[in-house]
C-alpha cells in the first residue's frame, strides 16, 4: 500500500539555525500537505502543495513539491522557540486517502 | 466558529471493558474521518464518513471496533472489548471537501487501556 515516510523522527536544532526535513512517498501523488501539531495539541493544517515543483512560502517556512510528484520539503529558516513540534506530512495517492507520515519532532534549543 | 470537538479527552479503561468516543465535526461539513496515533507512530486512518454513509472503513482494526454516524452528523467510536493495543490518541477530522481539502482536526481523546 501507499506509504509515506519521513526520516528521522527527531531532530535538534539551536535557535536560529536553519531546519528542513523531508517527506517521500512510495507512489506518485496527486497533492501533498504538511501538518504542525505543539505538543500536547493537535495537528493543523499548514499548506497543501498541488503542481509538480511548487513552491509556496509563509513567513520563515518554505513547502516545495518534488518534480515527480512523490517527495516534499519543508525548510524553516532562522528556527524560533515556538516552531516546536511534529511537523506531519500526508500524501493523497490514487486512491484518493490521505496517508500520513510518522512526522519528525523538532525541538529548539534557546 | 466552532471547531472540532471531541469526547471524553483522556479514557483510563481495563481490558475487556467498553469505550465510546464522540466527535462532533465542523457544522456542514460532510467529510468525516476517525484516525488514531499511537506514540512514535504515524497518525494512521481507521475510517471516513461522508454524511452518515462509510465512505472508507479500510483501516479499521477489527470488529471490536465500530463506528457510526447517525443522521450525518456527529460520530461515535465504540470499541468493545478494549484491549491493551488499542491504546492511543484517536483524532477525529471533518472537511468540507473530499480529497483534496485540508483536514479540521479535533484534540484528540487519548484511551489508555491497563
Known amino acids: 500500500g501507499q506509504q509515506v515516510m519521513q526520516i528521522p523522527q527527531y531532530q535538534h536544532v539551536q535557535e536560529g539555525e536553519d531546519f528542513t526535513t523531508y517527506c517521500n512517498s512510495s507512489t506518485t501523488l496527486s497533492n501533498i500537505q504538511w501538518y504542525k501539531q505543539r505538543p500536547g495539541g493537535h495537528p493543523v493544517f499548514l499548506i497543501q502543495l498541488v503542481k509538480s515543483g511548487e513552491v509556496k512560502k509563509q513567513k520563515r517556512l518554505t513547502f516545495q513539491f518534488g518534480e515527480a510528484k512523490k517527495n516534499s520539503s519543508l525548510h524553516i529558516t532562522a528556527t524560533q522557540t515556538t516552531d516546536v513540534g511534529t511537523y506531519f506530512c500526508a500524501g493523497t495517492g490514487a486512491n484518493s486517502k490521505l496517508t500520513f507520515g510518522k512526522g519528525i519532532t523538532l525541538s529548539v534549543r534557546p | 466558529e466552532a471547531g472540532v470537538t471531541q469526547f471524553p479527552s483522556h479514557s483510563v479503561i481495563e481490558k475487556g471493558q467498553t469505550v465510546t468516543l464522540r466527535c462532533d465535526p465542523i457544522s456542514g461539513h460532510d467529510n468525516l474521518y476517525w484516525y488514531r496515533r499511537v506514540m512514535g507512530k504515524e497518525i494512521k486512518f481507521l475510517l471516513h464518513?461522508?454524511?452518515?454513509?462509510?465512505?472508507?472503513e479500510s483501516g479499521m482494526p477489527n470488529n471490536r471496533f465500530l463506528a457510526e454516524r447517525t443522521g450525518g452528523t456527529y460520530s461515535t467510536l465504540k470499541v468493545q472489548p478494549a484491549e491493551l493495543e488499542d491504546s492511543g490518541v484517536y483524532f477525529c477530522?471533518?472537511?468540507?471537501?473530499?480529497?483534496?481539502?485540508?483536514?479540521?482536526f479535533g484534540e484528540g481523546s487519548r484511551l489508555t487501556v491497563l
Open positions: 464518513f461522508v454524511k452518515e454513509s462509510k465512505q472508507d
Open positions: 477530522a471533518s472537511s468540507q471537501f473530499f480529497d483534496t481539502g485540508e483536514l479540521f
